[in-house]
Each structure stands twice: as C-alpha cells, then as structure tokens.
Antibody, heavy 118, light 108 residues
Framework: QVQLQESGPGLLRPSETLSLTCSIS????????WSWIRQTPRKKLEWIGY???????HYNPSLKNRVTMSLDTSNNRFSLKLTSVTAADTAVYYC????????????WGQGALVTVSS | DVQMTQSPSSLSASVGDRVTITCRAS??????LNWYQQKPGKAPKLLIY???TLVTGVPSRFSGSGSGTDFTLTISSLQPEDIATYYC??????????FGQGTRLEIK
C-alpha cells in the first residue's frame, strides 16, 4: 500500500521560507510524477507544481518565482520550498502521486498545516 | 488559466436520491477532467478520471459524464457515507492544473 507523509514546520513568520518534505513508502518512487497541492482555510484547492525523476518540473505560474521542488531518490522523498511567505500562504499542504501519465492524484498524504503569522 | 466552475456550491438531498453535480470549464478541455470526494479532516479521494472512468473500488453508484466544457458527476442513490465536498479538476491546459471551488453535499 502506497503511503505518503508530509513533514515540516507548522508555523512560519512572514518573509520566511516554507520547507516541506514528502516521504513515500510502499511503492515505486522513480516511475511516477509527484505534486504538491495546498488547500486554503476557505477550502480552495491550489496546485503548486509537479516533478519527475527526469527533472521534468512544472510550477503554477502564480507561484513560480517563489517555488522550488526537488527529489531525493536515495530516500524516496521529494520536497517543496516556498520563499517569502505571507499570510496568504497559510494552508494545508498535501503531497500527491499522479495516476501514471494521467494528471489525476490517486494517492495523497494526510496533509500538513502551515500557518504564517507574525 | 482554465477556470472551473461547479454548481451548485452546496446541495441538500435525501438518502436514496439521485444527485447531480455540474462542472463547467472556461474553455474546451476534451475529457481531461477528474472528480474527487473530500470528507472533513481528510485528503481528497480520487473517484473518477478522464471524465467517466471509475477508479477501482469506488461504488458503482458514482458515475461521470461529459466532454468539452460541461461535465457531470452523478450519484444514482445517495448514501449517508457520501456526505462530503466534491471537487472537479482539469489537466488539459497546464500549467496550471486547476480545481473547481467545490460542492458541499449534505443530507436533508
């Protein structure tokens, strides 16, 4: 059974950098695309970006200048960095696996709440 | 960006009712449309992909249809465990991948 688990700080100050890691177990890591998605307090879902082992990475243009995603193939993990956070970045952050070449998210982590507050 | 608009935003129905949720795209997305169910405190769960393909293990009372700009998620006979918020998601024109705003389904 594939399992995803997000980890990282839950509270940030404005202008700090958000760093989250998604650990994958129970399945192949290198043959899938992996995404980060966030859900705001108003329940809006926003796709942040996806990455693949080949280096094929796409980010949401609305966040592109602040986002970096990377893969740690040795440890079956991938990470998200979002710089210069503001209160608008407060959300539950999910990592998710793509359903093969179809961009549908078939496995999700439980979510990590990140709050940005001074 | 492709805007996804769901209707209604909330819906109240009785057990056994047929329930229909609509998702409209701001441009043609062919059949690149997925549906998710989210229960409180949980991650979304994929129900249907490519507009009409049911994910293995999802009850057959769920079905999806549509193509182009108009799509529908139907629950043929509402069950108490179907109470959740439902989201559509497109992946034709990306980036970005975009989601609808959600439809909250309640029991009457």
């Amino acid at each position: 059974q594939v399992q995803l688990q997000e980890s990282g700080p839950g509270l940030l100050r404005p202008s700090e950098t958000l760093s989250l890691t998604c650990s994958i177990s129970g399945g192949s890591f290198s043959t899938y695309y992996w995404s980060w998605i966030r859900q705001t307090p108003r329940k809006k879902l926003e796709w942040i970006g996806y990455t693949y082992i080949s280096g094929n990475t796409h980010y949401n243009p609305s966040l592109k200048n602040r986002v970096t995603m990377s893969l740690d193939t040795s440890n079956n993990r991938f990470s998200l960095k979002l710089t210069s956070v503001t209160a608008a970045d407060t959300a539950v952050y999910y990592c998710a696996r793509h359903l093969g070449v179809i961009i549908a998210f078939d496995y999700w982590g439980q979510g990590a709440l990140v709050t940005v507050s001074s | 960006d492709v805007q996804m608009t769901q209707s209604p935003s909330s819906l109240s129905a009785s057990v056994g009712d047929r329930v229909t949720i609509t998702c409209r795209a701001s441009q043609d997305i062919y059949n690149y449309l997925n549906w998710y169910q989210q229960k409180p405190g949980k991650a979304p769960k994929l129900l249907i992909y490519d507009a009409s393909t049911l994910v293995t293990g999802v009850p057959s009372r769920f079905s999806g249809s549509g193509s182009g700009t108009d799509f529908t998620l139907t629950i043929s006979s509402l069950q108490p465990e179907d109470i959740a918020t439902y989201y559509c998601q497109q992946y034709d024109n990306l980036p970005p991948i975009t989601f609808g705003q959600g439809t909250r389904l309640e029991i009457k």
